[in-house]
């Protein structure tokens, strides 16, 4: 796999956790999952992508032939219940997780200094805070995009991220999701985002030296 081919894998990856995390899936995503158009690595990456590549093949072959209405409807009902409540058992914020922080305090303001740091702005489509997962992922392929460019820089913004952000609370965020909810689609998003994590983690120790 050239360099190119690499970068472009991992956006894939990102994406496909934002789209499943940052609010409910809409159809259109839906339906291409089932179609068979999002793509996953041959061979062995990591064990939890391989297990998140597992049980999201599971969750389209248990679904093939399904009325797409009523399984964009099962997803909306799943995702108000686990992540948006009233009272809902995961809160798929980094100040969350942190012990070191308040929730929505001087955690939040750390992560928005780290974008800053970058010269990076969230997007103002995201119905979340900027600790919210979809918007941390969405700077992590914004960094992607900048390292495939020949941006040196960009692998020292992601190590620097990694260590201070999305290694210290996506573990148990994803155990969270695993112990909640059944919705193998959900699942397999958490698993992915566990293994992605894992690869970029390994991935910028090599190129951040």
């Given at each position: 796999?050239?360099?190119?081919?690499?970068?472009?894998?991992?956006?894939?990856?990102?994406?496909?956790?934002?789209?499943?995390?940052?609010?409910?899936?809409?159809?259109?995503?839906?339906?291409?999952?089932?179609?068979?158009?999002?793509?996953?690595?041959?061979?062995?990456?990591?064990?939890?992508?391989?297990?998140?590549?597992?049980?999201?093949?599971?969750?389209?072959?248990?679904?093939?032939?399904?009325?797409?209405?009523?399984?964009?409807?099962?997803?909306?009902?799943?995702?108000?219940?686990?992540?948006?409540?009233?009272?809902?058992?995961?809160?798929?914020?980094?100040?969350?997780?942190?012990?070191?922080?308040?929730?929505?305090?001087?955690?939040?303001?750390?992560?928005?200094?780290?974008?800053?740091?970058?010269?990076?702005?969230?997007?103002?489509?995201?119905?979340?805070?900027?600790?919210?997962?979809?918007?941390?992922?969405?700077?992590?392929?914004?960094?992607?995009?900048?390292?495939?460019?020949?941006?040196?820089?960009?692998?020292?913004?992601?190590?620097?991220?990694?260590?201070?952000?999305?290694?210290?609370?996506?573990?148990?965020?994803?155990?969270?999701?695993?112990?909640?909810?059944?919705?193998?689609?959900?699942?397999?998003?958490?698993?992915?985002?566990?293994?992605?994590?894992?690869?970029?983690?390994?991935?910028v120790a090599q190129m951040a030296r």
């Amino acid at each position: 796999m050239d360099d190119s081919a690499i970068y472009d894998a991992r956006t894939e990856l990102v994406d496909f956790v934002i789209e499943v995390f940052w609010d409910v899936p809409d159809r259109e995503f839906v339906e291409s999952l089932l179609a068979g158009e999002v793509v996953v690595p041959d061979g062995h990456v990591n064990d939890a992508l391989d297990e998140g590549f597992d049980v999201l093949q599971s969750y389209i072959e248990a679904n093939q032939g399904r009325p797409l209405d009523e399984l964009h409807e099962e997803l909306e009902v799943e995702y108000t219940r686990v992540f948006v409540g009233p009272r809902p058992p995961v809160l798929p914020h980094e100040s969350y997780y942190r012990d070191d922080t308040d929730y929505m305090g001087q955690g939040l303001a750390d992560v928005e200094a780290s974008y800053a740091a970058a010269g990076w702005t969230p997007p103002e489509n995201y119905p979340e805070e900027n600790d919210f997962v979809a918007v941390e992922l969405a700077f992590l392929r914004w960094i992607i995009g900048r390292q495939a460019t020949g941006a040196e820089e960009a692998f020292g913004y992601e190590r620097v991220f990694l260590d201070e952000h999305l290694t210290t609370w996506v573990g148990e965020f994803v155990d969270d999701v695993l112990d909640e909810t059944d919705d193998d689609l959900f699942r397999a998003a958490a698993l992915v985002l566990q293994g992605l994590v894992e690869f970029e983690d390994e991935l910028v120790a090599q190129m951040a030296r």
